[in-house]
């Protein structure tokens, strides 16, 4: 066959089967939903809803203050992409596995931590605020709190009300949200080329943890990427060359490396799907849906990207959001901004609620899945 002839055959195929692939979908969206009883996450401060903060340092006001209307454990002035998942599946809002005050554990747990990282980084919290509680260690504790949990649930009734039921276990959803601290980890210790050569292990350490969790029985994961770590906000603050900078104003060798680690996970994704027989493993591109909002800003009703709602950011000084500092004799609070539903960035690093509302929205309903299905319908992501 000639090449040109072969070209057009391969393309042939391609659409045939991606036509197959979507009506596929459509009718896997007709089957009942996974109807999830608990939620498992594991992450960093994108989805921390209290570990950390429960560990280390707590956060003051303003956070929390327009959900909530006090600190609740997030970086954030409300709700979290993870909060917004336990709404859309009627599930309460996740306690913090390390939060001892008022916990409640019946629909799952949450053991991100902010900092936290795939790879160990060996590092003081207190230098870098990298968390001792990396991948590997969350998984440690939820193979623990698996083990206690079931053991106090079979042993009395007094003991299960705010415990998972053991057979919740196999039939939860489990999320994974972490990867963004190490490209930063990255950034702050190798080259560029050490950093594209670590990332295959740190893919591999995310793989092997959701196989480990497999062999445990847990049989769906939903996966999100890495945002676009060149577009933080406190980021786009600092004077930058136009040679540096993607369309958007964003950081490109940073973004250049997030892209980078989120294909070989992507690739990595597709693999433990033909690994994990019984699994349904559900690929979230929040990298995308980010660089979306960011990208159209102003269209969305958000101020431009750059903005910062918590924090004092001016001339290169940097007052981080609920901080007191002595600047020339002058006391600044590093308050919060009028509307924090405007801006994309709460402080900086971390998204707002509207933000994480606007991308939660999106991935939800499967627009930025692969396959895309919404998260009702993850449990079938087996095709």
Request: proline share 4%.
């Amino acid at each position: 066959m000639e090449e040109k002839n072969y070209k057009v055959f391969v393309a042939a195929i391609a659409l045939v089967l991606s036509i197959l692939r979507v009506q596929s979908v459509e009718e896997v969206k007709k089957l009942p939903s996974c109807n999830f009883k608990a939620i498992y996450n594991f992450g960093d401060s994108n989805s921390d809803t209290g570990s950390g903060f429960a560990a280390f340092y707590p956060a003051g006001p303003p956070c929390g203050e327009t959900y909530f209307h006090r600190p609740s454990g997030r970086g954030s002035d409300g709700r979290l992409i993870i909060d917004f998942i336990a709404e859309h599946l009627g599930l309460p809002y996740l306690s913090g596995y390390l939060d001892s005050i008022g916990t409640n554990f019946r629909h799952g747990a949450n053991f991100a931590t902010g900092g936290a990282t795939i790879r160990p980084q060996n590092e003081a919290y207190s230098s870098t605020g990298v968390s001792p509680f990396s991948l590997d260690i969350q998984v440690v504790q939820f193979d623990q709190f698996k083990a206690r949990s079931s053991y106090f649930y079979n042993q009395a009734a007094k003991w299960r009300r705010n415990l998972p039921r053991p057979e919740d276990f196999s039939s939860a959803l489990y999320v994974f949200d972490i990867g963004m601290n190490d490209i930063a980890a990255g950034f702050r210790k190798m080259n560029d080329t050490e950093r594209r050569e670590s990332i295959p292990d740190i893919v591999d350490q995310l793989a092997k943890a959701v196989q480990h969790l497999y062999e445990g029985g847990a049989r769906t994961f939903w996966i999100h990427n890495t945002g676009p770590y060149g577009c933080l906000a406190i980021t786009l603050r600092y004077h930058l060359d136009p040679s540096e900078v993607d369309k958007q104003g964003c950081v490109k060798v940073q973004n250049d490396m997030a892209i980078e680690f989120n294909r070989q996970l992507k690739k990595k994704v597709i693999k433990l799907r033909t690994e994990l027989a019984n699994a349904s493993v559900t690929y979230v591109d929040i990298y995308s849906a980010k660089y979306q909002m960011i990208g159209n800003a102003k269209q969305e009703g958000f101020v431009d990207a750059k903005g910062i709602c918590c924090g004092f950011h001016e001339d290169d000084i940097h007052v981080y959001c609920g901080h007191k500092e002595n600047l020339n004799g002058t006391e600044i609070y590093a308050g919060s901004c009028k509307d924090p539903s405007k801006y994309i960035s709460w402080d900086g690093v971390h998204y707002s609620e509207a933000a994480n509302h606007w991308v939660a929205t999106r991935i939800l309903n499967g627009s930025f899945n692969d396959p895309p299905l919404p998260i009702t319908h993850a449990c079938r992501a087996s095709f």
